[in-house]
């Protein structure tokens, strides 16, 4: 149960710019992946999901790509805002089962 | 009001002692996680239960134990062979088919 000591890659945009978080899975045998964002001292909430047979799927000012030939996940966000400011987080699942694994996660800063 | 229910939000331990963390739901949901997260840092898999009465070790397990015994409560126990048990706990549920649902967290801290 030790910490690794690996800190979260950081992401600083411009109010207004698009922002792309990145994520790569490892398990061949995920077929459903979400997105989350975390801000400080809270629970991750649920912002968009996508199933393996689909590679692209939008929300409001949130898009997510799936490209499961090189086990890949972003999420872009459009226009971005300072409320967007947070740490966000990617995770797979296999339909096949509960069990749900997180990535490492992104801290996005927004500058006004 | 439907949710997942974490208590309490901060937890002080005296090394050596056991301590557990509540985490209860109203929403029906079969499957239930817990996650560590240390700061700066993402989420780490303790337990999850895909159902009553039954759970599965996460990535880790170790110094940790679970209880599945209603649908609505997966309760954590940090025992003291936890060695670094510090650290910020969340708790999940979902329906085991699409996206969790997180609680707000326990922050635990060892005095």
């Known amino acids: 149960g030790e910490s690794v000591g690996l800190h979260l890659p950081t992401l600083s945009v411009q109010e207004g710019d698009n922002s792309i978080i990145n994520c790569a899975y490892s398990?061949?045998?995920?077929?459903?992946f979400i997105w989350y964002k975390q801000e400080s001292g809270k629970g991750p909430q649920f912002i968009i999901d996508i199933r393996s047979n689909m590679d692209k799927r939008q929300g409001q000012r949130v898009t997510v790509l799936l490209n499961k030939t090189v086990k890949h996940l972003s999420l872009q966000i459009a226009a971005t805002q300072p409320g967007d400011s947070a740490v966000y987080f990617c995770a797979e699942k296999s339909t096949s089962g509960s069990r749900l694994t997180f990535g490492e996660g992104t801290q996005l800063t927004v500058n006004p | 009001d439907g949710g997942i229910t974490q208590s309490p939000k901060y937890l002080f331990r005296k090394e050596g002692q056991n301590v557990t963390l509540s985490c209860e739901q109203n929403l029906n949901h079969d499957a239930m996680y817990w996650y560590r997260q240390d700061p700066g840092q993402g989420l780490r898999l303790i337990y999850y239960s895909q159902i009553v009465n039954d759970f599965q070790k996460g990535d880790i397990a170790e110094g940790y134990s679970v209880s599945r015994e209603k649908k609505e409560s997966f309760p954590l126990t940090v025992t003291s062979a936890q060695k670094n048990p510090t650290a910020f706990y969340l708790c999940?549920?979902?329906?085991?088919?699409?996206?969790?649902?997180f609680g707000q967290g326990t922050r635990l801290t060892v005095v």
């Open positions: 398990n061949s045998a995920s077929d459903y």
């Open positions: 999940a549920s979902g329906t085991g088919l699409t996206e969790a649902f």
